[in-house]
C-alpha cells in the first residue's frame, strides 16, 4: 500500500465550478501537508501548506486536513481555465525536535481541465 | 530571479554510457533534492542533501548518485543508465524542507 493515495482523476468541469481534490494516508508521523501545481512542461509550484487539522484559506484556495481520517483536500472555487494543469499533495514529517527530515512523499497527481 | 536550472533540458543516451544531470540553486537553500517523475507514480525522491557533504537516500535511489560539494550545486549521477531510469527529472531547492519546495523545469531522459 503506497503511504500516499491521491485520486488519479482526470477530473474535467466547466469553467466557475467548484473543485475537490483529495488525498488520503497511511503515515500517522505526516505532520506537514502540501498541494502543488504543476502546468505542463513545467516543474511543480507550491500552491498551499498547512501545519495541523482544520483549514487554510487563500483566495479561491482552501486546503482541508483531517488528522483523524488520514484525508487532506483541496477546493478550488469559482474554477477557470488557467487553473487547469496537475495537482499535487505532498507530505512530510519531522523527528522528535520538530526539525522536518526533508523527504517529502507525493501522491501521483490530479490532472484537472476547466473548460468555458 | 531566485531559481532552480537543470540541465541539460533533454537528454537522450545509450545504455550504460555515464551521465551527469546539473543542478543549480541561486537561494543560498541549504536543503536540495531529486525526484523522478513518472506516468501513474507521481513523484519519487531520489537523493536529499540536507547540507554540503551530507545527502540521504530517498525512496528510489537504485542506480544513482549524487554529491553535494557546493552549497548552490547538487548533480545527479547515472553511472550506468538503463532503459528503466527514462523518465522526467526534477532537482528542487529549498529553506525549509519539509515545507516548500521550488522545483527546477524537469530534465526528460530517455535510455535506450
Known amino acids: 500500500q503506497k503511504e500516499v493515495e491521491q485520486d488519479p482523476g482526470p477530473l474535467s468541469v466547466p469553467e466557475g465550478a467548484i473543485v475537490s481534490l483529495n488525498c488520503t494516508y497511511s503515515?500517522?508521523?505526516?505532520?506537514?501537508f502540501m498541494w502543488y501545481r504543476q502546468y505542463s512542461r513545467k516543474g511543480p509550484e507550491l500552491l498551499m501548506y498547512t501545519y495541523s487539522s482544520g483549514n487554510k484559506e487563500d483566495g479561491r484556495f482552501t486546503a482541508q486536513v483531517d488528522k483523524s481520517s488520514k484525508y487532506i483536500s483541496l477546493f478550488i472555487r469559482d474554477s477557470q481555465p488557467s487553473d487547469s494543469a496537475t495537482y499535487l499533495c505532498a507530505m512530510s514529517h519531522t523527528n522528535a525536535g520538530g526539525t522536518s527530515y526533508g523527504k517529502l512523499t507525493f501522491g501521483q497527481g490530479t490532472i484537472l481541465t476547466v473548460h468555458p | 530571479e531566485a531559481q532552480v536550472t537543470q540541465n541539460p533540458r533533454y537528454l537522450i543516451t545509450v545504455t550504460g554510457k555515464k551521465l551527469t544531470v546539473t543542478c543549480s540553486q541561486n537561494m543560498n537553500h541549504e536543503y536540495m533534492s531529486w525526484y523522478r517523475q513518472d506516468p501513474g507514480l507521481g513523484l519519487r525522491q531520489i537523493y536529499y542533501?540536507?547540507?554540503?557533504?551530507?545527502?540521504d537516500k530517498g525512496d528510489v535511489p537504485e542506480g544513482y548518485k549524487v554529491s553535494r560539494k557546493e552549497k548552490r550545486n547538487f548533480p545527479l549521477i547515472l553511472e550506468s543508465p538503463s532503459p528503466n531510469q527514462t523518465s522526467l527529472y526534477f532537482c528542487a531547492s529549498s529553506s525549509r524542507p519539509g515545507r516548500e519546495q521550488f522545483f527546477g523545469p524537469g530534465t526528460r531522459l530517455t535510455v535506450l
Open positions: 503515515n500517522s508521523a505526516f505532520q506537514y
Open positions: 542533501s540536507m547540507n554540503v557533504e551530507v545527502t
